[in-house]
C-alpha cells in the first residue's frame, strides 16, 4: 500500500497564493501518475488536477485552468499544486491520490476517482475575507 503524505493548505484571502505538496516515503513516486481531488462540504469530490508519470500534457478542470499548476520534483519525490488567485470557491479539503503506472502505459492522466487506488490524508484550503 502506498503512504501519501500531504502538506500545505491553510486560510487566506481571495486572491492569495498556496502551494500544496504531496510526497511518499519508501518509495518513488516516478511511478505513479498524481492527481489532485478537491471536495467542499456538501458536494462530491471532484478532479482538480493530475500529471502522469511521463509529466506530460498535465491535465486541469476547467474551474482552475490559468490559475493551478501541478509539477513534480523528482529529487524530492514530491508532486505540488501550486494555486493562484484563490477564490473562495475553492474552499474545499484537498487530496493527492496516486495512479500506478510504472511502464507509463497510460495515454493522459486519469481525472476520474475510480483510477486511483491510494490516497493522501487530506489538507484544508479555506479562501475567505
Known amino acids: 500500500q502506498v503512504t501519501l503524505i500531504q502538506s500545505g493548505g491553510g486560510l487566506v484571502q481571495p486572491g492569495a497564493s498556496l502551494r500544496l505538496s504531496c510526497t511518499a516515503s519508501?518509495?518513488?513516486?516516478?511511478?505513479?501518475?498524481i492527481g489532485w481531488f478537491r471536495q467542499a462540504p456538501g458536494k462530491e469530490r471532484e478532479g482538480v488536477s493530475c500529471i502522469s508519470t511521463s509529466d506530460s500534457d498535465p491535465i486541469y478542470a476547467d474551474s482552475v485552468k490559468g490559475r493551478f499548476s501541478v509539477s513534480r520534483d523528482h529529487a524530492r519525490n514530491t508532486v505540488y499544486l501550486q494555486m493562484i488567485n484563490l477564490r473562495p470557491e475553492d474552499t474545499a479539503v484537498y487530496y493527492c491520490?496516486?495512479?500506478?503506472?510504472?511502464?507509463?502505459?497510460?495515454?493522459?492522466?486519469?481525472?476520474?476517482?475510480?483510477?486511483?487506488?491510494?490516497w493522501g490524508q487530506g489538507t484544508q484550503v479555506t479562501v475567505s475575507s
Open positions: 519508501g518509495f518513488t513516486l516516478d511511478d505513479y501518475g
Open positions: 491520490a496516486a495512479d500506478y503506472d510504472p511502464l507509463r502505459l497510460r495515454d493522459a492522466c486519469p481525472m476520474a476517482r475510480r483510477e486511483y487506488d491510494d
